[in-house]
């Protein structure tokens, strides 16, 4: 009954976002040992030769009590559910390379699914760890493919769930998601760049109620993300440098605790597709190699704040040569 309860939920849900497309009402649940059909005990999703999805869902489990089993088969049915939706809204193409583009954004919706229908249920949190820690990891990584769910999480915060359904529902058999993600920012008079900057400042205040970001479950077990640094300063003190390369939709963030110094922040590379932002303040670099003020602070913002976050995030849509930077932190 968990089972067909949290199926029937998804469906209903998705069905509000996507108007005249509808959803499946008869989808074949098969619930057996995974194990004695599938190399792992996970419940799976997959089409079968009528291209029709059917799902696959878990016997037994080994969880250690009765309400641990039952929320982890609410969180199961409601994540293979999601697929179902995915699949029948964009059926899988006979392209592979296409299809695993997808990959990510298929696991990342069936997160942040979990996360909103089974409020209550911490199942998804299992993936939010590598999420905080692994923030130079990129959004497209197979490593990363369900921590994606943060991404799309906030991309429902901003624009609403229905902009996220709409990526599965009118994108092109070619099109892969990003594409399919830029055409609909478009729509919006936005653009893949600017969003992926505002989440990455964003996503490191998820303790901020302003913020779109803002999940307090979430830095209540884990705090904020992980800086790759962190520079206390003191008046005169050496300039603080980090020169290191960032992959294509990532992060870095850096942490300073200003000790009341006025202090300048500066970067350095190549890359056009690099940006830099402080406490909400931001600035894009040109790729001519050259150093730049981004600013300063003190004049611009506040040192008596116990610290000053910051981020430099790479919006570049495809995998290729991570590009390099140095930043300098410089009390002033």
Not at 134 to 157: H, I, N, T, W
Not at 225 to 253: F, V
Request: glycine share 6%.
């Amino acid at each position: 009954m968990v089972y067909l309860e949290g199926m029937q939920r998804v469906f209903s849900r998705v069905q509000n976002h996507v108007g005249e497309r509808r959803m499946p009402t008869n989808v074949n649940v098969y619930v057996t040992d995974v194990t004695s059909i599938y190399p792992s005990d996970s419940p799976f999703t997959s089409v079968g030769a009528d291209d029709r999805p059917y799902v696959v869902l878990r016997s037994r489990m080994d969880a250690p009590t009765r309400e641990a089993a039952l929320a982890c088969a609410e969180a199961e049915a409601i994540h293979e559910a999601t697929h179902v939706c995915a699949w029948t809204l964009r059926p899988p193409q006979r392209n592979p390379l296409v299809e695993r583009e997808w990959n990510w954004l298929n696991e990342g919706t069936a997160i942040f699914m979990e996360s909103e229908i089974a409020a209550g249920n911490p199942g998804f949190m299992r993936f939010v760890m590598d999420w905080v820690d692994k923030p130079e990891v990129s959004l497209p990584d197979p490593a990363a493919e369900y921590q994606a769910g943060m991404f799309v999480r906030y991309m429902a915060k901003t624009f609403g769930e229905k902009f996220v359904w709409c990526l599965w529902s009118e994108s092109t058999e070619d099109q892969g998601p990003i594409a399919a993600l830029d055409d609909a920012l478009k729509a919006k008079g936005r653009d893949l760049r600017t969003l992926f900057h505002d989440y990455c400042m964003d996503s490191y205040f998820t303790c901020d109620p302003d913020r779109k970001s803002f999940f307090p479950r979430v830095h209540a077990r884990f705090g904020s993300r992980l800086a790759r640094e962190t520079w206390r300063l003191t008046q005169g003190a050496a300039t603080k440098e980090a020169a290191t390369d960032l992959p294509h939709l990532a992060c870095h963030y850096y942490r300073v605790h200003p000790g009341g110094c006025r202090f300048r922040v500066s970067l350095e590379t190549h890359s056009l597709s690099l940006a830099i932002a402080a406490m909400g303040y931001s600035r894009d670099f040109p790729g001519d190699g050259s150093t730049r003020e981004v600013l300063t602070i003190g004049s611009e913002i506040s040192t008596n704040a116990d610290q000053v976050i910051i981020t430099v995030s790479n919006s570049h849509a495809r995998p290729g040569p991570a590009p390099e930077y140095t930043l300098r932190v410089t009390p002033i």
